[in-house]
């Protein structure tokens, strides 16, 4: 079964700063990878994903992810963040050839002060 | 297109009463899941329907929650008695197939229970 830890329940940053969203994942099988982002009053909608190739994701709003396989690991970022990028940030994992029901972590919150 | 819509956004009960969470996939969408994410924790799965199927309940917590999908249309989810530990949001999310969609969601807006 696979798992993901999303180590920072809260990152604050100021406006126009780098940040970098943290999660690891176990997996027994491949898998793909997946960020999700949730504003506030709305339903959580793919950021981007990873399901093959480049490991060097690119996704909406200037987001890019990379997947390190040896690491376990598929960290959020972006060079610059607006104070719109507020919002809660969803890692989540499926296993390929299997159910491909996604596995979520806990979230990270990001605040970006003006 | 309508997205996925969930009915009611916010429900508060007393322990022991009964709600009953409504989920309207995105049309033709066959795969329809259910998620529950308890305050500052993750959002776990419940179970997923493929058209009016189970596919996968093994997420439901106990025989107090009784989900359907009639028609393979929109779903309900009975919390019946509810409890304190049920307070959370509720997700419900489609999908148009399997495997090939390689778990990629579409999301509602959540329902929000409230347990006193």
């Known amino acids: 079964a696979q798992s993901v830890t999303q180590l920072d329940s809260q990152v604050p940053v100021f406006e126009e700063a780098p940040v970098e969203l943290r999660c690891n994942y176990s997996?027994?099988?491949?898998?793909?990878l997946f960020w999700y982002v949730q504003y506030p009053n709305q339903g959580l909608q793919l950021l981007l994903k990873?399901?093959?190739?480049?490991?060097l994701v690119k996704g909406i709003n200037g987001f890019e992810a990379e997947f390190n396989k040896s690491q376990t690991s598929f960290h959020l970022r972006k060079p610059s963040v607006h104070i719109s990028d507020t919002a809660e940030y969803f890692c989540?994992?499926?296993?390929?050839?299997?159910?491909?029901?996604?596995?979520f972590g806990r979230g990270t919150s990001l605040i970006v002060h003006p | 297109e309508a997205g996925v819509t969930q009915f009611p956004s916010h429900s508060v009960i007393e322990k022991g009463q009964t709600v009953t969470l409504r989920c309207d996939p995105i049309?033709?969408?066959?795969?329809l899941y259910w998620y529950r994410r308890v305050m500052g924790k993750e959002i776990k799965f419940l179970l997923h329907?493929?058209?009016?199927?189970?596919?996968?309940e093994s997420g439901m917590p106990n025989n107090r929650f009784l989900a359907e999908r009639t028609g393979g249309t929109y779903s309900t989810l009975k919390v019946q008695p509810a409890e304190l530990e049920d307070s959370g949001v509720y997700f419900c999310?489609?999908?148009?197939?399997?495997?090939?969609?390689?778990?990629?969601?579409?999301f509602g807006e959540g329902s929000r229970l409230t347990v006193l």
């Open positions: 999310a489609s999908s148009p197939y399997r495997g090939q969609n390689s778990g990629e969601l579409f």
């Open positions: 997996s027994s099988v491949s898998v793909y």
């Open positions: 990873y399901l093959s190739g480049s490991t």
């Open positions: 989540a994992v499926s296993e390929t050839g299997g159910s491909y029901i996604p596995t």
């Open positions: 049309s033709g969408h066959d795969n």
């Open positions: 329907f493929v058209k009016e199927s189970k596919q996968d």
